[in-house]
């Protein structure tokens, strides 16, 4: 009798205890991480570079990637009638600041206006990237996109990610993270946790 009544009293305390006291956990949602494209820039008439970055915006939930893709559309119109190549874009040697198991290693833009930045095999947990608070976030990678001829003269190239959902034609981001016993795959909401918030014109007029 004693001790049901001792546990009683323990389980009201701590239903009762100010969520300050608490540790704060939770496996990681959309809203947890946001993909961003940033630092768009023309370095001549026929070059364009910009970052892929990872940030982590939820506060005291643990993100370790273990698998990461992404499809990034674009205006097509900026290509000016040029052919489209695979090796139109590259990786900047370098650029990646991801765990050496996760730097991505190959891209292609076979398909007109759709960039794909392969993924590669998940390496065992403890073996991913772990991402840091603060608004820098990671870089994932640093892409250089080259057209044959001059880009269209004051067309945007209105970067944006592709969901992670199956669309023919396409090719999804993915990011998968470590759960407890597997990997578990993010959404991706292009728009909210995958953003371009930087606009330019590629040759503009006077």
């Known amino acids: 009798m004693r001790f049901t009544m001792v546990v009683a009293v323990c389980a009201t305390a701590l239903a009762n205890a100010p969520l300050s006291a ?37 506060k005291n939930v643990p993100i370790e990637i273990a698998t990461f893709q992404a499809g990034i559309e674009y205006n097509k119109e900026i290509l000016n009638g040029a052919e489209v190549k695979a090796d139109m874009v590259t990786i900047v040697p370098g650029s990646s600041e991801l765990s050496d198991s996760l ?30 608070d603060g608004e820098k976030g990671l870089r994932i990678c640093t892409i250089k996109f080259s057209n044959s001829v001059p880009f269209a003269a ?6 944006k990610f592709t969901t992670n959902a199956f669309v023919k034609n396409s090719y999804a981001s993915r990011l998968g993270i470590f ?28």
């Open 22 to 58: 608490q540790t704060v956990s939770k496996t990681a949602g959309p809203s947890d991480f946001q993909l961003q494209l940033r630092n768009l820039k023309q370095t001549d008439d026929k070059t364009l570079i910009f970052d892929l970055f990872i940030v982590r915006t939820g």
């Open 103 to 132: 730097k991505p290693k190959m891209i292609n833009a076979s398909l007109p206006g759709l960039i794909r930045l392969a993924g590669r095999p998940a390496p065992r947990k403890t073996g991913g990237t772990v991402l840091p």
């Open 154 to 159: 004051g067309v945007s190239p209105e970067l």
């Open 179 to 206: 759960g407890d016993k597997k990997i578990i795959q993010l959404d991706i909401l292009p728009g909210k946790n995958a953003v371009c918030n930087e606009h330019i014109q590629l040759n503009p007029t006077k």
